[in-house]
């Protein structure tokens, strides 16, 4: 059973909008992280946490919020989507004597229109 | 500044030959290398992993061969299969920044 879900899977949303992503990890993992993946590109490190209630700023901050209300959920948010945030996005997470080795959900396809 | 970088960009081999994936990288701290297998529309799987007293790491058909003076390494695939046809990360860590650096990937496609 899959230990990283995302919800949604997909979404359309329009420009200046409000959108929330959702991440839900069974690993009973301390680290959980947020990526963005853009057509042909690697991944690129959002937010990350390593304890409920506690967010970290990743490479590519801007534009985004993140929100760590348990130590199963992480959830990130975009408070005004732009077009350039048009992109896939996943959750990860990883044990905190093992962070390299990070377990993926299977992405939410985000479209801002 | 890119801290991981991946060549080629998209790489194809015939069913039975190897493939070679290259990775390098800048920082000096990183001391654990993993690779991710990616296929489409899924999330990254951890693959094979190497950390940097090793020169070595070998997985069935998977091999990481690491150069630390050079700050290189890559991932050897033999006998590649076209359910090998994935994108493939390489990744570095250092021990004190809870996190990883991704490089940019690996297209590699196998012909049957």
């Known amino acids: 059973e899959a230990a990283v879900t995302q919800s949604p899977r997909s979404k359309v949303a329009v420009t200046g909008g409000k959108v929330t992503l959702s991440c839900h990890q069974t690993?009973?993992?301390?680290?959980m992280y947020w990526y963005r993946q853009d057509t042909g590109h690697g991944l690129r490190l959002i937010h990350y946490?390593?304890?409920?209630?506690?967010?970290e700023k990743g490479d590519i901050p801007d534009g985004y919020k993140a929100s760590r209300p348990s130590q199963e959920n992480f959830s990130l948010i975009l408070e005004l989507a732009s077009l350039s945030q048009t992109a896939v996005y996943f959750c990860a997470s990883s044990a905190g004597n093992n962070y390299a080795e990070q377990f993926f959900g299977p992405g939410t396809r985000l479209t801002v229109l | 500044q890119q801290q991981v970088r991946q060549s080629p960009q998209s790489l194809t081999v015939w069913e039975g030959e190897t493939a070679i994936l290259n990775c390098s990288y800048e920082?000096?701290?990183?001391?654990?290398f993993p690779w991710y297998q990616q296929f489409p529309g899924e999330g990254p799987a951890l693959l094979i992993s190497?950390?940097?007293?090793?020169d070595k790491k070998e997985d069935g058909r998977f091999t990481i061969f690491f150069n630390k003076r050079e700050k290189k390494l890559s991932l050897h695939i033999t006998d590649s299969q076209p359910g090998d046809s994935a994108t493939y990360f390489c990744?570095?860590?250092?021990?004190?920044?809870?996190?990883?650096?991704f490089g940019d990937g690996t297209q590699l496609v196998v012909k049957p």
């Open positions: 990744a570095a860590s250092a021990g004190s920044n809870n996190r990883i650096f």
């Open positions: 946490s390593y304890v409920a209630d506690s967010t």
């Open positions: 920082d000096s701290t990183f001391n654990y």
């Open positions: 690993n009973n993992h301390d680290y």
């Open positions: 190497i950390r940097s007293v090793s």
